[in-house]
């Protein structure tokens, strides 16, 4: 099934985003970077602002390096094994692989958001996000999720440990995430 793929491309994938945080330092991406409080991400060789909603993509990865969105899992899954190259010169740095996979519907359906960027609240409505979270899986890192901005209000109770993987996040907290934590 392609969320097994996804989950060691994930894995890759942050590695990856731990070696261009290495080696590139400061210097991001131009589609990546955010002006005025836009979120712009690579797409289809082009961009989109994710502040805007995410068009006809389905899936988008935030690592260190930036914000690239798919069309399609298959499309994703592509752009990640071609990463994986990367990997074979320098060792990365140490980082929560893979990260944190949010899913809009339950059963993993729906649009997917993958977060890789550990040790920072990553607000959701930031990538048109915020209040959609159904279903989700959390890579090796634990994680913290909110029903507020920047971690405020209540603390998600259900499973966050490194390996949960909920296929329904349960009446309560439906469509209510706002921020997100990966440790």
Do not use: H
């Not at 502040?51 to 690592?63: K, L, M, R």
């Not at 990463?83 to 740095?93: D, E, F, H, I, R």
């Not at 519907?105 to 209040?131: C, K, M, R, V």
Request: glycine content about 10%; overall charge negative.
């Amino acid at each position: 099934m392609i969320r097994d793929g996804r989950m060691k491309i994930a894995a890759v994938l942050t590695a990856c985003a731990a070696l261009f945080t290495v080696t590139a330092g400061a210097s991001v991406a131009s589609a990546s970077t955010p002006k005025s409080g836009d979120v712009i991400a690579s797409y289809n060789g082009g961009s989109i602002d994710l502040t805007q909603g995410w068009g006809t993509a389905t899936v988008c990865t935030v690592t260190a390096t930036g914000t690239n969105c798919f069309t399609t899992a298959n499309d994703y899954l592509s752009w990640a094994s071609s990463q994986q190259s990367s990997l074979a010169t320098v060792s990365p740095a140490i980082s929560c692989s893979p990260g944190l996979e949010l899913f809009q519907n339950i059963s993993y359906g729906g649009n997917e958001l993958i977060l890789t960027a550990p040790s920072i609240w990553i607000n959701l409505s930031t990538y048109s996000f915020s209040d959609e979270t159904s279903s989700y899986e959390v890579g090796s890192c634990a994680v913290t999720m909110t029903d507020g901005p920047n971690g405020s209000g209540s603390i998600y109770p259900g499973a966050t440990s490194p390996g949960s993987d909920v296929s329904w996040i349960g009446t309560a907290w439906n469509d209510r995430l706002q921020s997100v934590y990966l440790s």
